[in-house]
């Protein structure tokens, strides 16, 4: 009994030294990226630089508003910066109570997520982000008076408000610029960027499926036609409301479900063989 609760005890006591020294790496991390605030920011609005010929501008509403935006960018960045001293000590607490197969099973798929992950955010800030949001405001500022009036309306706002619209070409126009908040912007993406990095993850969860004897080769490819759909549904509550962002969320996450399946292929194969 008494050997019992030592062992209880000093558990406890490790569990609260890990706790202790999770809280001090999270700390440094948001310190480290609270110092580099301006150098991140930068790199967060790169992808937005396209579509704004190249001089992108942000803005804020409220004083305050710079201050907790960037605090927000140092946290979650911070916390990211910290994951290396994270994972490392909850593994240094765990990593005792398990076999050495367990130990192997358990740093391959912490290896693997963090290479998936980084893949998801990887191919959302190059290759989805550029084009989205040049997509999107482009799609507004088509021409230099994008929004062009008739001859009709414009005499019409003219005789009730006794103000001419601007005129382009001998034609009314209504010129639109967009004003994007620094706020909005960051958690946009920063979101964003979590949620690519977390749809990449699911050949790993098939993976495991499969090991697990979960799933099968034959459901998954019945499953398939459904999985379209929740990719599609998916992508359109992620992503902007815009097509192009959405099928570009959706195509890479079925490509990904058809090469894990083909993976879960194989691992069912070797484990009959076994």
């Known amino acids: 009994m008494d050997n019992t609760r030592q062992s209880i005890t ?3 006591r490790e569990l609260a030294y890990r706790i202790k020294l999770i809280f001090i790496c999270a700390v440094a991390g948001f310190g480290v990226a609270y110092f580099f605030r301006e150098e991140l920011l930068q790199i967060l609005v790169m992808p937005l630089a396209p579509a704004m010929n190249n001089n992108p501008q942000l803005h804020f509403t409220s004083p305050v508003e710079p201050f907790f935006t960037y605090l927000r960018l140092s946290l979650r960045c911070g916390l990211i910066l910290a994951m290396p001293g994270i994972i490392y000590n909850i593994w240094a607490f765990i990593g005792p109570g398990l076999y050495a197969r367990e130990k192997k099973f358990v740093l391959s798929v912490t290896v693997l997520g963090v290479v998936f992950f980084s893949l998801g955010v990887l191919f959302a800030y190059y290759v989805v982000f550029p084009y989205g949001f040049k997509f999107l405001i482009g799609f507004a500022q088509s021409s230099p008076g994008n929004i062009r009036l008739s001859s009709h309306i414009s005499e019409f706002i003219f005789q009730v408000y006794g103000v001419t619209p601007v005129l382009a070409d001998g034609s009314g126009s209504v010129s639109i610029s967009p004003t994007i908040m620094m706020g909005d912007y960051l958690k946009l993406i920063l979101n964003l960027l979590i949620a690519f990095g977390l ?3 699911l050949p790993l969860v098939i993976y495991f499926l499969a090991t697990s004897g979960i799933v099968t080769t034959s459901g998954l490819m019945k499953f398939f036609r459904y999985f379209v759909v929740i990719a599609f549904t998916l992508s359109a509550i992620l992503t902007p409301p815009d097509v192009i962002t959405q099928v570009m969320m959706a195509v890479p996450l079925i490509i990904m479900y058809l090469a ?10 070797a484990r009959k063989k076994l």
């Open 260 to 269: 894990s399946t083909f993976v879960a292929w194989i691992v069912i194969r």
């Open 10 to 12: 000093s558990h406890l």
């Open 199 to 201: 749809v990449f993850e």
